[in-house]
C-alpha cells in the first residue's frame, strides 16, 4: 500500500501518452469542436482539418502541461506520441537538439529556454511528418501497447536512479479497442498494478474503451470521457491536475461499470463466455477450442458434452411400491 502522507522528499513524475493516429483525427473533421483555449500558443496552421483539431488539441494539452510544471519546482514530465505502427519519446529526450540552438554566445543555455515551447515545436512538426506519410502508411492502428511499454520502461529508469519518485500514467486516447491488441496491453497493466502505478484516461473518441476501462479500474486510476471537447483544458485540470494523494481528499469521478470482457487467444475477438486453459490462462472461444492449448500445448481432457441437454425423467424401476 501506498504511504498514507506525501512527505517534501518525494517528486511527482507524470507520463503522458498522447494518441496522433492521424487516420482517426481525419475521420474528425465533421466533428471539429477543439477550439484553442491558449492565445499565447502559436503553432503553423495547415489545410487539412484533422491537422487544425489535433493542433487545436494541443493548446489544450500544453496548458494543462504548464499548470502540472508550476505546481512543484521538482515536478517531472515525460511525453510520448503513439500514432499509426510508431511510438516515440519526445520529451524531455528529443527536444535537447531543438533547445540547444537557441542558447547564445553569452552561455544562456537550455535553462532559460522554456521546455514546453520546444516540445509544443517538435509536436507540431511532428504531426506535419504525419500528414506528409499518411498516404504512403497504410498502417490506420495505433501501437498502443508499445507506447505503454515505452512508458514503464521510462518510469522504471526513473526509479533506478531515485526511490522518491511517484510515478502515474496518463492516456490522451482517440482510437477505439483493437482485440489482437488484448494480450500486450494487459501485460502493460498488470505490470503497473504490481508497481503501483496509477493509469489514467481521458477518452476523446466517440466510444468507451474496454482496455482502458480495465486498467484504470485495476490500477485505481481515473477514467473521464469529456462530454464538451470545448472545455477540455478545465476537465484536464480538475481531474487530472493533482497527484495520488490529494486525490484522496477530493470528489472525482469515478467508474460505475466496468465491462470486464477478455480477447479470445484464438481469434483475437471480445467473448463474453469461453474456455480458459488451466496452467497458462490463456482463453479461447467456443469456435478455437482443440484438444491441446495453442500457447502451452497442456493438452485438454474434455468430456463429449451433448449438442441439446437432454430432458430428466424419473426412472419408473425406483419408485417404491406401497
Not at 47 to 59: A, E, G, N, P, Y
Not at 86 to 98: A, C, E, H, L, W
Request: aromatic content about 8%; glycine content about 4%.
Amino acid at each position: 500500500e501506498m504511504q498514507a502522507e506525501k512527505s517534501d522528499e518525494d517528486i511527482s513524475l507524470l507520463v503522458v501518452v498522447v494518441d496522433m493516429n492521424s487516420h482517426q483525427w481525419t475521420n474528425r473533421r465533421d466533428n471539429d469542436v477543439l477550439p484553442s483555449s491558449s492565445s499565447s500558443s502559436s503553432t503553423t496552421t495547415t489545410s487539412s482539418s484533422s491537422s487544425s483539431s489535433l493542433t487545436c488539441f494541443l493548446d489544450h494539452l500544453f496548458f494543462f502541461l504548464k499548470a502540472y510544471l508550476s505546481l512543484h519546482h521538482q515536478n517531472k514530465l515525460s511525453v510520448i506520441l503513439a500514432s499509426s505502427g510508431d511510438s516515440m519519446n519526445v520529451y524531455p529526450g528529443r527536444i535537447k537538439s531543438t533547445t540547444s540552438t537557441t542558447s547564445n554566445d553569452e552561455g544562456e543555455g537550455e535553462d532559460d529556454t522554456d521546455p514546453l515551447i520546444s516540445l509544443h515545436a517538435s509536436m507540431t512538426s511532428y504531426l506535419l511528418s504525419l500528414e506528409a506519410s499518411k498516404n504512403q502508411n497504410t498502417t490506420t492502428t495505433t501501437t498502443f501497447s508499445a507506447a505503454l511499454s515505452m512508458a514503464l520502461l521510462y518510469i522504471n529508469r526513473m526509479k533506478q536512479t531515485n526511490k522518491n519518485i511517484h510515478p502515474r500514467i496518463m492516456v490522451m486516447n482517440m482510437s477505439p479497442d483493437l482485440s489482437n491488441q488484448y494480450i500486450p496491453v494487459m501485460n502493460c497493466i498488470f505490470s503497473a498494478q504490481k508497481q503501483e502505478i496509477p493509469v489514467d484516461a481521458c477518452i476523446l473518441g466517440e466510444h468507451d474503451s474496454t482496455f482502458l476501462q480495465q486498467a484504470c479500474q485495476l490500477t485505481s486510476g481515473l477514467y473521464l470521457k469529456p462530454h464538451l471537447h470545448e472545455g477540455l483544458a478545465q476537465y484536464l485540470l480538475s481531474t487530472f491536475l493533482v497527484d495520488v494523494y490529494t486525490r484522496r481528499h477530493l470528489s472525482l469521478p469515478k467508474l460505475k461499470t466496468v465491462d470486464f470482457r477478455a480477447s479470445c487467444f484464438c481469434h483475437k475477438k471480445i467473448i463474453n463466455a469461453g474456455y480458459v486453459c488451466s496452467v497458462c490462462l490463456s482463453i479461447f472461444c467456443q469456435a478455437g477450442m482443440k484438444l491441446s492449448c495453442s500457447t502451452c500445448g497442456t493438452k485438454f481432457a474434455l468430456p463429449m458434452m451433448p449438442s441439446k441437454p437432454s430432458s430428466f425423467k424419473p426412472s419408473s424401476s425406483l419408485k417404491k411400491e406401497p
